[in-house]
């Protein structure tokens, strides 16, 4: 088992850059593929990136590429979303989750574990 605890949300203006991060716990990080998804009020929690137990393999949303990264660092325990030019649309609180089989999905019900989540809320 894992659990994650997500950090680094606040409130930025649009076209500004935040970097979240989920630290894990529990069992070995790097057997695990990491996800990042959020949800915004009203609406259904949507994926925004993912990646790989190994290897970077990555996968981004369509609304974020070119404009967030996921990372990790196994050594740390840990992985991350970078975020840039945020827009207003952006606005959501933002999960981390962990999948224990399997390679960087986009579904949210190939997920095992996931976190408490971290708001983030872009202003015009």
């Known amino acids: 088992q894992v659990r994650l605890v997500e950090s680094g949300g606040g409130l930025v203006q649009a076209g500004d850059s935040l970097r979240l991060s989920c630290a894990a716990s529990g069992a070995s990080f790097s057997t695990y593929a990491m996800g990042w998804f959020r949800q915004a009020p009203g609406k259904e929690r949507e994926f925004v990136a993912a990646i790989s137990m190994k290897f970077g393999i990555t996968n981004l949303a369509d609304s974020v590429k070119g404009r967030f990264t996921i990372s990790r660092d196994n050594a740390d325990n840990a992985a991350y979303l970078q975020m840039k030019r945020l827009k207003v649309e952006d606005t959501a609180v933002y999960y981390c989750?962990?999948?224990?089989?399997?390679?960087?999905?986009?579904?949210?019900?190939?997920?095992?574990?996931w976190g408490q989540g971290t708001q983030v809320t872009v202003s015009s």
């Open positions: 989750a962990a999948r224990s089989k399997g390679g960087p999905s986009t579904s949210i019900l190939e997920y095992n574990y």
